[in-house]
């Protein structure tokens, strides 16, 4: 059974970069899959940020281009989530999640428990 | 981006009742190629992480109760349990995943009488 552990800094200084890691357990991500990162602010909806392949294939949200990066650690079954020059509006539920179906287009399925992150100085 | 909107944004029904969510997209979510609907639906309670009920807009996820099915082509889409109980009482989401950026409903909050 695939489980997915996030893990990082609840607070962050406005201006600062935004730093998770998603531990995975129960299958290898080298084997397949994408693998990605999705975010609730509290009390709203959710907001796809983006997904990673083993290979180091990347899509990310045009929202949030500018500021993301998701990177694999074959080596740990991790994989990372940074964004940079952080706001208040980024205060949210950071949740990874894997990409159900084989390709980039698809729904998300198994989810982590979520870890809340708060910028505030 | 194909923007997603349910309807109605909540619900308050009695135990038992039917209930019934829509979610149009502001394109269709139909492949041609293949005759699928990339469509999603996920349930949500609090603090916890969503969980998926149906893709393919209408194949139920393994172990989901056969109260809930899905529907719909194109751009509009419905989620329906057939018979609600207390344990449904959660938020609803759709989700599209027929193109980058992958994008979600607003939500529909169903609440019990």
């Known amino acids: 059974q695939v489980q997915l552990q996030e893990s990082g800094p609840g607070l962050v200084k406005p201006s600062e970069t935004l730093s998770l890691t998603c531990a995975v357990s129960g299958y290898s991500i080298s084997s397949a899959y994408y693998w990605g990162w999705i975010r609730q602010p509290p009390g709203k909806g959710l907001e796809w940020i983006g997904s990673?392949?083993?290979?180091?294939?990347?899509y990310y949200n045009p929202s949030l281009k500018s500021r993301v990066t998701i990177s694999v650690d074959m080596s740990k079954n991790q994989f990372s989530l940074k964004l940079t020059s952080v706001s208040a509006s980024d205060t949210a539920v950071y949740y990874c999640t894997r990409l159900a179906a084989d390709g980039t287009l698809s729904w998300f399925d198994p989810w982590g428990q979520g870890t809340l992150v708060t910028v505030s100085s | 981006d194909i923007v997603m909107t349910q309807s109605p944004d909540s619900l308050v029904l009695s135990l038992g009742e039917r209930a019934t969510i829509n979610c149009k997209s502001s394109q269709s979510v139909l492949y041609s190629s293949n005759n699928k609907n990339y469509l999603a639906w996920y349930q949500q309670k609090p603090g916890q992480p969503p969980k998926l009920l149906i893709y393919?807009?209408?194949t139920r996820e393994s172990g989901v109760p056969d109260r809930f099915s899905g529907s719909g082509s194109g751009t509009d889409f419905t989620l329906t349990i057939s018979s609600l109980q207390a344990e449904d009482v959660a938020v609803y989401y759709c989700?599209?995943?027929?193109?980058?950026?992958?994008?979600f409903g607003q939500g529909t909050r169903l609440e019990i009488k």
């Open positions: 989700q599209q995943y027929y193109s980058i950026p992958i994008t």
């Open positions: 393919w807009a209408s």
């Open positions: 990673i392949h083993h290979s180091g294939s990347t």
